[in-house]
């Protein structure tokens, strides 16, 4: 990695750790503003997530979702086409997982219980963010448009499929059939109670990073999000590579869903948009697009969340005041400009003092040369 490539990874890190910064300072101004009891519920507010083992492993827990959606915005955002889909499709997968699982039952052994439905999970993202994805390529049809008719779609359909295929009718609530033991992912580390879909969510970070960074394939999807004239006059196959990203996003998100249910719950009952997909759209937005900052904006994502239901269950504030600390944080974290000019300097001087080395270099090589040549004289 040269000089000038860290310098811009340490200035984005810097950028995020500010506009948090920012936006976590008006929200203890706010919360101090129209409290009762200021005192006590900013500390709930930023000690609360803390204050217990089951709630540490809340936040983890919490962040597992948002790591396989930020990824899957990740793949969105290198090849610079918005397609929305991960929100839908992580509800859908899950529905789908649910009902595979339920028709499977407990013949199976785990770990091959397990892999197909995390196989399950990813073909439905796939199939599902290829609608989208081809229609934008084929068709020019707006994309964002499309994958956001497409979200309302997968929503209704999930809710269908769990009311008419898979639903108990020994339960008052609408809920499927229970998952098969042998299709729940068990909970690690104790009193955390974090759910092993952990595992998974560590190995998607380290394999899409080094799609990202160590493959052709990330190469190419960056440069024709970056640069499509570039890339399109070095012989890239730009729409294949548009497509495929967008495909692998979608698998993500799939597996996210799968992950999800398997994990946190014993039965399929989601009847409404999680929002998790959304929530991976702020959560690449703070990490830039990199993989390897996924999990750690995540984890800060999930501890703002955790801290708001600590304050509306302790105290007189509603968890909706959480959206103000998101807006915020989007808002700095997407201005290109936002500490534009101090990465610049920073460039700058790292440039001079480069060009200073290399002249220093230089001359005393010319020197050198000058003193051997004395000497054999």
Known sequence: M???????????????????????????????????????IIQQFVLGPFSSVRRVGSIINQAIPFVFTGLCFCFMYAVNKFNLA????FMFAGCMSTLVAVNLGEGLPFPLMVLILMV???????????????????FKANIVVVSLMLNSILVFLSIWVLKYQMRDP?????????????????????KFRIQSGLFFAIIAVILVAILFYKMV????MR????????????????????????????ALAGMGGTCEILGNYDRFKWTASTQHGFDGLMVAVLARRNPLLVPVAALLLSYIRIGANVVNS????????????????????????????????????????????????????IMSEDSGEGKEQ
């Open 120 to 138: 399950v999970g990813a073909i439905t993202g796939i199939v599902m963010i290829a609608i989208p994805a081809l229609l934008d390529a084929k």
């Open 86 to 89: 991960g929100e839908g499709i």
């Open 223 to 250: 440069v024709v999000g970056s640069n499509p004239l570039f890339a399109k006059a070095c012989g890239i196959n730009m729409m294949g590579t548009i497509v495929a990203a967008q495909l692998i996003g979608g």
């Open 2 to 40: 040269n000089k000038t490539r860290k310098i811009e990874m340490t200035v984005e890190l810097i950028r995020i750790l500010v506009a948090v910064g920012i936006a976590y300072a008006i929200a203890l101004v706010t919360l101090f503003l129209i409290s009762e009891d200021p005192v006590y």
């Open 170 to 190: 020994s339960i008052g609530a609408m809920g499927s059939y229970p998952l098969p033991d042998n299709a729940v992912l068990p909970n690690i580390f104790g």
């Open 314 to 365: 302790k105290g007189d504030i509603p968890t909706e005041f959480i959206t103000v600390i998101q807006g915020i944080v989007i808002l700095l974290v997407a201005a290109e400009e936002f500490m534009g000019g101090f990465k610049k300097k920073m460039i700058y001087k790292a440039a001079e003092e480069s060009l200073a080395k290399d002249k220093k270099e230089e001359v005393e090589e």
């Open 217 to 220: 394939f990330g190469y190419k």
